[in-house]
C-alpha cells in the first residue's frame, strides 16, 4: 500500500471519529490515569466496549496519530508495511505526541514496530483479545509497558452516564433499584444506549464469535453451539469432560474453546477454591459472561443468576484472578477472594435461604479470618450465626461503593 492512499485512509478515519466524539455523551472511566512519558500501553477487552473512547480520556490535549487497523481497507497490512503509517502520519500531522493502534493485533508481528517507535512516542494499543496482556506479550515489549482491561459500563459508570446522582435517601435508593433493574437486563454495552437493545446484543455477540473466536483461533464453526450452551448454564460448574460428552469433543479441543472464548472476552471462568493450589486446574470451574445484558438477550435467567453475574463482574474488576468459588459436598460459597472475603449471593425476596448462612459459616470452620459477606437485594445489616458475624449488603450499595466497608487495601473498580 502506497504512503497516499494510507494518508487518505488516516484522514477518513479521523474524520470519522471525531464525528462520533461530537455525537456521543462521553463519561470518564473508571481509570483515572494520563499518558505521560513514552511507552507502550496496552487496553484489551471485549469488543464495543469502549476502548477507542476510553484513549480519548487518557490523551486528553495531546496531538494524536491514530490507526484503526479493523478498517476493511487495512485488511492486507504486512508488518514491513507499518512504518508507512509513520510516514504518512508526519505528512498530516504537523505534530505527533501520542500514537494509537486500534486492533493492531490483526497484522501479524506487529510486536516489534511497537517495541522500536515507543522509544520515540507513548504508544497505545488497543484490542479486543486477552493475548495483548499475556506473559508471551511481555516477551516480544521487553521492559515496562501498562495494561488496562476495559469492560461494558459498570452500574456507577451506567449512572453517572445516565445523570443518575447517588442519593441515600428512602426515594434515592428506590431510584437506584429501579434503574438498577435497567442495567441488568440492558447490560453495560455503551452502544445499548442508542439502538434497539436486543437486536444490538444479538449482533453483538455473533460479531465476538465469528471475528474473536472462530476467525482468530481458527476453531470450527460449531463453536457457537458451545458458547450457547454456556450462556444457558451461567453461575453453574462446568467441567470439560461433561461439554466433552455433550458435543462430542476431546479434553484439549474443550479447553482450547475454553481459551478462545476467554481471550475473546465473551466469557469467564472461575477455579474452585481447595487448600492445594494445584487442584484449582483441574476442578471444574463456574462460568460467567461478560455483560449480563447478552445472556439476557438470549435467555431470560431468573433474577438471581443476573444478580450472580454481575457480583462476579464487579469483583473481578476489584479482584481479578483472585476471585475463586467454593463447594466441598456440604458447602457451597458463592465467591471466594484469596485471604479476603466469603461472599454469597441472593436475590432476598421473602428472606435469605438458611443454606447461605451454612454455607459461610461451614467454610469459615475450615478457613480462618475471612469475613462472611451476603450481597443482597435491599438487606443490610449483621447476623450472628453459630458465633460468626455476617454482613449483610445491599447490591447497590455493594456496586457503588469502591470498597468493602473496613477494607483498607484493594483494587478500585
Not at 158 to 183: H, Q
Request: glycine share 6%.
Amino acid at each position: 500500500m502506497e504512503v497516499e492512499e494510507i494518508k487518505r485512509i488516516l484522514l477518513d478515519q479521523e474524520s470519522f471519529l471525531n464525528d462520533k466524539l461530537r455525537k456521543e455523551r462521553i463519561i470518564t472511566r473508571h481509570y483515572n490515569y494520563s499518558i505521560t512519558y513514552n511507552n507502550a500501553y496496552l487496553i484489551t477487552g471485549p469488543r464495543r466496549a469502549g476502548k477507542s473512547i476510553f484513549t480519548v480520556q487518557l490523551t486528553k490535549g495531546k496531538e494524536i496519530l491514530r490507526v484503526d487497523f479493523d478498517d476493511e481497507r487495512l485488511s492486507g497490512i504486512k508488518a514491513n508495511e507499518l512504518n508507512k503509517f509513520l510516514e504518512a502520519g508526519y505528512q498530516i500531522k504537523k505534530k505527533i505526541e501520542v500514537i494509537i493502534l486500534d486492533e493492531i493485533q490483526n497484522v501479524k508481528g506487529w510486536e516489534l514496530f511497537v517495541s522500536r517507535i515507543r522509544e520515540i512516542y507513548p504508544v497505545i494499543v488497543t484490542g479486543s483479545n486477552a493475548r495483548l496482556m499475556s506473559s508471551e506479550m511481555a516477551t516480544y515489549l521487553t521492559g515496562r509497558h501498562m495494561d488496562f482491561l476495559v469492560f461494558p459500563f459498570s452500574f456507577k459508570e451506567y449512572l453517572r452516564y445516565k445523570d443518575v446522582k447517588v442519593e441515600e435517601t428512602t426515594r434515592g435508593i428506590a431510584r437506584l433499584k429501579e434503574e438498577l433493574r435497567n442495567y441488568l437486563q440492558q447490560g453495560g454495552f455503551p452502544e445499548t444506549f442508542k439502538f434497539d437493545k436486543n437486536e444490538y446484543l444479538r449482533n453483538l455477540y455473533s460479531d465476538i464469535i465469528t471475528r474473536d473466536v472462530i476467525i482468530r483461533c481458527k476453531t470450527r464453526k460449531d463453536v457457537k453451539g458451545l458458547a450457547d450452551f454456556l450462556l444457558e448454564n451461567i453461575g453453574k460448574e462446568v467441567s470439560t469432560r461433561r461439554v466433552g460428552n455433550a458435543f462430542n469433543l476431546s479434553h484439549q479441543s474443550v479447553e482450547n474453546y475454553f481459551y478462545c472464548l476467554s481471550n475473546a472476552y465473551l466469557f469467564l471462568f472461575v477455579k474452585r477454591f481447595t487448600g492445594k493450589s494445584l487442584e484449582r486446574y483441574t476442578l471444574p470451574r463456574k462460568v460467567y459472561v461478560i455483560d449480563t445484558g447478552l445472556f439476557n438477550t438470549y435467555k431470560r435467567l431468573q433474577m438471581g443468576k443476573m444478580i450472580e453475574n454481575l457480583v462476579f463482574l464487579e469483583l473481578y474488576k476489584r479482584y481479578g484472578q483472585e476471585v475463586y468459588y467454593y463447594s466441598n459436598g456440604n458447602a457451597e460459597v458463592d465467591f471466594i477472594i484469596k485471604d479476603k472475603f466469603a461472599i454469597q449471593v441472593t436475590y432476598d425476596e421473602g428472606g435469605i435461604d438458611d443454606r447461605e448462612y451454612k454455607g459461610l459459616v461451614r467454610f469459615s470452620e475450615r478457613f480462618k479470618d475471612y469475613k462472611l459477606i451476603i450481597i443482597t437485594w435491599d438487606r443490610e445489616g449483621k447476623e450472628i450465626r453459630n458465633g460468626k458475624e455476617i454482613t449483610l449488603i445491599p447490591l447497590w450499595k455493594f456496586l457503588v461503593k469502591e470498597r468493602f466497608a473496613g477494607e483498607m487495601i484493594g483494587k478500585e473498580s
